[in-house]
């Protein structure tokens, strides 16, 4: 379990229905194909302030090399595609692991973690103990980017920030979303339960 003392790793989420349900977090998920599809958090039951209608679980997964460098090397968000149980199911675009110099495919330790309401002195704060994030609104390291579904293009809803480092994988290293100190963003369509990755740094 993560340590309750140590804010900073806890979950959070703008709404009032704070509960002691506890969510999966971490572990792989598949290989296939060239993917490397890590678990970050399944959410059952969806907490109902992420509006999400189309599903009753939702399973947020990465490969977590390519959510850096898929956005770095096309200008373009790392997209993958979930099926009707709202798991992870195949990447729709992404750059080969060849192609990743230092590539790190180890999923993060699994654990159970709590979702909790962010205090609101720290809702606006990049450099808090809010920076694990679960819906309300993210805390931009740049300029705010809206992120458009490839299939519908209707603009996409964040759900989740991810900072870089702070946990291990299963060997004990670090877990870098490509690098040290920032940030990644995920967002969501729920017509066609797609998720959208974006990275930003100082």
């Known amino acids: 379990y993560v340590r309750d003392s140590y804010e900073r790793m806890r979950y959070c989420d703008c709404s009032k229905d704070n509960s002691e349900s506890k969510f999966k977090f971490g572990g792989k998920l598949f290989i296939d194909n060239d993917s490397n599809i890590n678990r970050i958090i399944t959410l059952n039951p969806i907490p109902s302030s992420l509006n999400i209608k189309s599903l009753k679980s939702l399973t947020i997964g990465m490969d977590f090399e390519k959510a850096f460098w898929t956005p770095i090397n096309t200008s373009a968000p790392y997209f993958i595609q979930h ?3 709202g798991e992870p199911d195949f990447e729709l675009n ?11 495919p180890n999923p993060i330790i699994e654990c159970d973690v709590v979702i909790r309401q962010t205090p609101e002195k720290y809702i606006h704060h990049p450099s808090s103990k809010n920076e694990w994030r679960i819906g309300g609104m993210p805390n931009w390291w740049q300029e705010e980017e809206n992120i458009i579904c490839p299939k519908c293009q209707k603009e996409m809803t964040f759900i989740i920030q991810l900072p870089s480092g702070e946990l291990t994988d299963i060997n004990g290293k670090g877990i870098y979303y490509g690098s040290d100190g920032g940030t990644t963003y995920g967002f969501w369509c729920d017509n066609d339960l797609i998720m959208g990755y974006i990275w930003q740094d100082t």
Not at 94 to 104: A, K, L, S, V
């Open 83 to 85: 099926d009707s149980n």
């Open 94 to 104: 992404r750059i080969e692991t060849r192609d990743i110099e230092y590539y790190n």
